[in-house]
């Protein structure tokens, strides 16, 4: 089992940047590919960033590409979210996964375990 607990959400002010934190324990090994989704209410989730292993290879939609930057330091286990510019777009549960294989992934259906979530509210 792997555990998945992020940290970070809350109040931003629109164009402000947004830092998240998801700390992973447990079998970690069995799914090194760590990425972020989001989901707003009435909304379907979304892929917002993965990360493969080494941190190499990050993945991230065109649509938030240079807003958006994923990293990892696999000494804590930890995978982090940078997002900046934000807008009343980006409010949402924000959920970090775990997948397995080698390549970061932008399908939700590929990732094994979840977090909880940390909401994220954008104030104009």
């Known amino acids: 089992q792997v555990k998945l607990v992020e940290s970070g959400g809350g109040l931003v002010q629109a164009g402000g940047s947004l830092n998240l934190s998801c700390a992973a324990s447990?079998?970690?090994?069995?799914?090194?590919?760590m990425g972020w989704f989001r989901q707003a209410p009435d909304r379907e989730r979304e892929f917002v960033a993965a990360?493969?292993?080494?941190?190499?290879?990050?993945l991230i939609p065109d649509s938030l590409k240079g807003r958006v930057a994923i990293s990892r330091d696999n000494a804590k286990n930890t995978v982090y979210l940078q997002m900046n510019s934000l807008n009343s777009e980006d409010t949402a549960v924000y959920y970090c996964?775990?997948?397995?294989?080698?390549?970061?992934?932008?399908?939700?259906?590929?990732?094994?375990?979840w977090g909880p979530g940390t909401r994220v509210t954008v104030s104009s």
């Open positions: 996964a775990a997948a397995p294989g080698r390549m970061p992934l932008g399908s939700w259906r590929h990732y094994q375990f």
């Open positions: 990360i493969s292993a080494s941190g190499a290879s990050p």
């Open positions: 447990g079998r970690t090994f069995s799914v090194p590919i």
